[in-house]
């Protein structure tokens, strides 16, 4: 018989931050196949006898193919075993999660997924900013600064209108083309802006600038991924809720 598959959200970066639900998976599993976001004090939890497959490790700078680990995935649920997809975040989250879910459904393999905090807002949180707030932004954005090559590209200038927060997961690369592009959309270059780093975890850093600084200042400050970009007025509550963030 096949085993199944739980699709875990490990969280924004705090081990603590996982769900009771996905604590218990993990504790049941028999294989866990994670990422490179994951906290590594999470596969601790698993039991001493689960296979554990990282599939985070890039190999020759080139990260194993989705198909690879979809197969991954499969092949250890066809073998009966209790599978837990650990992710960093939500696995629904820019995680690919809902891609593995399709193959497995594709697959005839049973699958379940246990959501997470996603670090677009419990890691700006840890680092005391609120992604909305009545006086500031009534809203937010989450968008991805790195897309699948092929696919049409971000459309910044129509970002850059909105109102509320804007929050950019795997930016960094392209942090000062985007400030750039958000600004030539029509976002004013003082708009308070933030780049958090290794968000709910001790290594945590934060550095704000208005939009058109932030990037050299990021840059000079040596911020690198993982890191999440937010834009917009609420980064200016941090100075009275940092006391609020992550300890
Ligand atoms: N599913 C994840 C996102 C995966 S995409 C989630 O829900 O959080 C990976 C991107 O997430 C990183 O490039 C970074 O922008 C962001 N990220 C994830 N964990 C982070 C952390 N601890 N600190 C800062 N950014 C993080």
Redesign the pocket.
Known sequence: MNGKVWLV?AG??DPDLITVKGMAALHAAQAVVY?R?VNPALLAEAPQDCTLYDVGKEANNHPIPQPQINQILIDCARRGLRVVRL?????????R?SEEAQALREAGIDCEVIP?????I??LA?AGIPVTHRDHASGFHVV???LRNGNAPQEWHKLAALSGTLV?????SHLAEICHALIAGGKAPHTPAAV??????PQ?QVISAPLAQLAAVSAAAKFH?????VVGEVVLLREILAFAGSK
Do not use: E, N, Y
């Not at 991924?225 to 970009?229: C, G, H, Q």
């Open positions: 959200g924004p970066g990422d976001l992710k960093g975040g939500d696995p629904f989250v820019f995680g999660g997470g905090i996603t670090s677009a419990g890691g840890a991805t600064g790195h950019v997961l795997m930016g960094m958090v780093m290794h968000a709910s975890t945590q991924a993982p890191a999440l970009i």
